[in-house]
C-alpha cells in the first residue's frame, strides 16, 4: 500500500521569498514517480511537476523545484520567488509499479500556502 | 482543445435520488478516474478505468457504479444519493506506458446532497 503524509495544513510565505512545501511517502514499489499539483481557489487541479524514482536529479520546472531525498523518503517541493498566484492548495501524490503496468494516484491531504504582499 | 469536460458543474440532490454524472475527454487517454474531494481529506479515488472495457474499484467505491462507455466517456452513478456523499467530484484521465503520465483533471462537480 502506497500512504502519501504532508504534516503542514497550512503555510505562510512573503512575496519574493522561497517557500518548502513537505512531503514524505511510504511504499514497497521498487519504482515510483512522485507528483504535485496546485489547486486554486478557482478548484481545478494543475499539474506541476514529476520526479521519477530513479531519476539521477532533482525535477525542476521555471520557479518549482521538487528536492528528493529517496533515503528519507520525502520529496519536498520548493517553490522560489513566491508569487500572489502561488496561493492555493497543494497535493502531493504517487504512483507506483505494479506487475506489468502501474497503479493510480495516490493523493495527500494537501498544505495550503497563503502568500502575502 | 477541451481536455476533460465534466457535466454538470453543480448539483443539489435530496437523500435516496439518483444520478449520473458525465466526463469526457479528448486526448486520447488510455485511463480515466473518478476522485472525490472532501476537507482535510485530499482526493481519494472512487473507481477507476484503466483501459476501455475495464474498470476497477479505487480506495471509497461503496454507494458508487461506474461505466466506462468508449475510449472518450466514463460516467459515474449515485443510485440513491446519501448526504455522505455531498463532495467535490473529479474526473480524470491519463495517457498510459509510461510511470510518470501526469492525470489532467476536469474542472469538478460540486454535489450537495440534503
Redesign the interface.
Known amino acids: 500500500a502506497q500512504k502519501?503524509t504532508q504534516t503542514q495544513?497550512g503555510m505562510f510565505v512573503q512575496e519574493k521569498e522561497a517557500v518548502t512545501l513537505d512531503c514524505t511517502y511510504d511504499t514497497s514499489d521498487p519504482?515510483?514517480?512522485l507528483?504535485w499539483y496546485k489547486q486554486p481557489s478557482s478548484?481545478?487541479?494543475i499539474?506541476l511537476i514529476?520526479q521519477?524514482s530513479y531519476d539521477q536529479q532533482n525535477a525542476t520546472e521555471g520557479r518549482y523545484s521538487l528536492n528528493f531525498q529517496k533515503a528519507r523518503k520525502s520529496a519536498n517541493l520548493v517553490i522560489s520567488a513566491s508569487q500572489l498566484g502561488d496561493s492555493a492548495m497543494y497535493?502531493c501524490?504517487m504512483?507506483?509499479?505494479v506487475n506489468s503496468?502501474?497503479s493510480?494516484?495516490?493523493?495527500?491531504?494537501?498544505t495550503m500556502l497563503l502568500v502575502s504582499p | 482543445n477541451a481536455g476533460v469536460t465534466q457535466t454538470p458543474k453543480f448539483q443539489v440532490l435530496k437523500t435516496g435520488q439518483s444520478m449520473t454524472l458525465q466526463c469526457a475527454q479528448d486526448m486520447n487517454h488510455n485511463s480515466m478516474y473518478w476522485y472525490r474531494q472532501d476537507p482535510g481529506m485530499g482526493l481519494r479515488l472512487i473507481y477507476y478505468s484503466a483501459s476501455e472495457g475495464t474498470t476497477d474499484k479505487g480506495e471509497v467505491p461503496n454507494g458508487y457504479n461506474v461505466s466506462r462507455l468508449n475510449k472518450r466517456e466514463f460516467s459515474l452513478r449515485l443510485e440513491s444519493a446519501a448526504p455522505s456523499q455531498t463532495s467535490v467530484y473529479f474526473c480524470a484521465s491519463s495517457g498510459q506506458g509510461a510511470i510518470g503520465s501526469p492525470l489532467h483533471f476536469g474542472n469538478g462537480t460540486r454535489l450537495t446532497v440534503t
Open positions: 502519501i495544513p519504482s515510483y514517480g507528483f478548484g481545478e487541479m499539474f514529476y521519477g497535493f501524490a504512483r507506483g509499479r503496468g502501474y493510480t494516484l495516490t493523493f495527500g491531504k494537501g
